[in-house]
């Protein structure tokens, strides 16, 4: 193999530049092209990359060394890929360079001098250019091998304070800037809207307090945690209740229950809740709306497709009632049967569970006096409906507590998009629809 010089290649109108890194030491490896050295001019820096493949021998150059076209840069020995360096130089180098084949050629006792191919400063194709390049605090002063070694990380150079002459940043204050990136306390990641960044759970052996079973999560409790999880950091949280006083609901709705039956329904406070719900929705439409995804705009809806949260034995489905605005209480009765037992009986389709504008979360069944409900985003607001029960109100006309069967309401809403006022509105318009069943039914 044969040993060969590598020297400064044309670097154009440059007479003594600055070697301000060497990234290469006797006994490297080095693939063709691989950059050896980076110079820099008051107006530009560029690598000089190896002109073959082959191993460092000697090198023969040191940082704060000025260099020139034809300075020395090291001794290679060619090796795999050196065929290369065979082929006659372009002309530009021709002056300066002796091909030598290597793998014919024995070693010759004085290395043969190789030049790499010119070229042309990075990004600075003209003076203006290269000067633009140095203009303090537009873009930063760093050698293109460090800007690569800052694009492999994905560290922003227009982020980081060199430390070099002249304010050159340089590997090692990317290095820093990445690792105090990495550390950054919690408070001020998010504040710079860098994320989240939690302690880590502690990984605790439980049967060192005592017996325990480890049962894998459903399919769809580990895809609806994580939605749940993303709606809760994402979305700001406020939950406003209310009390609907339903006594004459509950009447009606118990006097409609045989003839609901006899068509095959199942007539629940459900079905009033979601036509109560698209009237407030109409009422104040920023609750039916999803914010748009640089949040900058609000996408205002036009239909009225109400979800509701349906408990099934694989854990949590939001199936959605379509056109609930053009659907008397039975239908929404019936599409509620239906689908919770298709949801039950994992017969949903996706289709099903897809453009919700609103959810209704109903607890009333099970029981409970109030909980904060997660809003289903991009939705935002979602309903929570706890158990009814008989309150003692007071009515202001007697002058005597009556006994009133009560609902409670329990409304989270997305506070980037609604306001504490309008929260308040429109739980007091579901309770005032809920109360009056004749407003519910027009
Ligand atoms: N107060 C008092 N009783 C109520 C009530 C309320 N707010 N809401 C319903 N009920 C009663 C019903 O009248 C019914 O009584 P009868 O059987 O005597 O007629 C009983 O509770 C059961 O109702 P239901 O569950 O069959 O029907 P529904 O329309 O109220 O609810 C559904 C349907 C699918 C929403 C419900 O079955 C369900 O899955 N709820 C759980 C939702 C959930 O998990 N939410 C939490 C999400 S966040 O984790």
């Not at 793998?103 to 290395?111: H, I, L, N, S």
């Not at 609806?224 to 009447?251: C, K, M, Y």
């Not at 006022?421 to 629809?433: I, K, V, Y």
Request: aromatic content about 4%.
């Amino acid at each position: 193999m044969a040993i060969k010089e590598v020297l400064v290649p044309d670097i154009g109108n440059f007479d003594s530049v600055d070697v301000i890194e060497v990234h290469v030491k006797a006994g490297d490896s080095v693939n063709q092209d691989d950059s050896l050295i980076t110079l820099e001019s008051d107006k530009a820096s560029m690598d000089i990359p190896a002109p073959f493949s082959g191993t460092v021998k000697e090198i023969k150059i040191k940082v704060g060394d000025k260099a020139a076209q034809g300075t020395l840069i090291a001794l290679v020995e060619a090796g795999e890929g050196a065929a290369e360096a065979a082929k006659p130089a372009p002309a530009a180098a021709a002056p300066v360079v002796t091909s030598v084949a290597a793998a014919e050629v024995p070693a010759p006792t004085k290395p043969v001098p190789e030049v790499p191919k010119p070229i042309a400063p990075q990004g600075t194709p003209n003076p203006v250019a290269a000067r633009a390049e140095f203009a303090p605090g537009k873009n930063p002063h760093a050698s293109p091998s460090v800007r690569k070694f800052a694009r492999e990380l994905g560290a922003d150079l227009t982020r980081v304070t060199g430390s070099g002459p002249k304010g050159r940043i340089t590997k090692e204050d990317v290095q820093a800037w990445v690792k105090g990136e990495l550390t950054k306390p919690r408070a001020e990641a998010l504040a710079t809207g860098g994320g989240l960044s939690v302690l880590a759970m502690p990984a605790i052996d439980f049967s060192q307090f005592g017996a325990t079973e480890t049962q894998p999560l459903s399919r769809i409790k580990k895809l609806s945690g994580a939605n749940l999880h993303r709606n809760w950091v994402t979305a700001p949280h406020v939950t406003q209740f209310d009390n609907a006083d339903i006594t004459d609901l509950e009447d009606f709705r118990k006097s409609m229950q045989d003839e609901a039956a006899k068509r095959g329904v199942k007539l629940t406070m459900l079905a009033f809740l979601m036509k109560a719900v698209v009237n407030a929705l109409r009422a104040y439409p920023n609750f039916n709306a999803s914010l748009s995804p640089a949040g900058d705009e609000l996408i205002l809806k036009q239909y009225y497709h109400v979800g509701f949260a349906c408990d099934t034995p694989d854990g949590l489905v939001v199936p959605v009632i379509r056109d609930v605005n053009k659907k008397d209480v039975l239908d929404i009765a019936r599409d509620l049967g239906e689908l919770s037992a298709k949801a039950r009986e994992r017969k949903l389709k996706v289709e099903e569970m897809q453009g919700g504008c609103f959810t209704i979360s109903s607890l009333g069944g099970i029981g409970g006096t109030a909980f904060t409900p997660i809003i289903n985003c991009p939705e935002v607001a979602i309903l929570g409906v706890s158990r009814s029960s008989i309150e003692p109100v007071w009515d202001a006309k007697s002058k005597t507590f009556e006994p009133r069967l009560m609902l409670p309401l329990s409304l989270s809403y997305d506070h980037r998009v609604i306001d504490g006022a309008d929260g308040a509105r429109f739980t007091s318009h579901l309770r005032m629809m809920l109360s009056d069943v004749r407003r519910l039914l027009l």
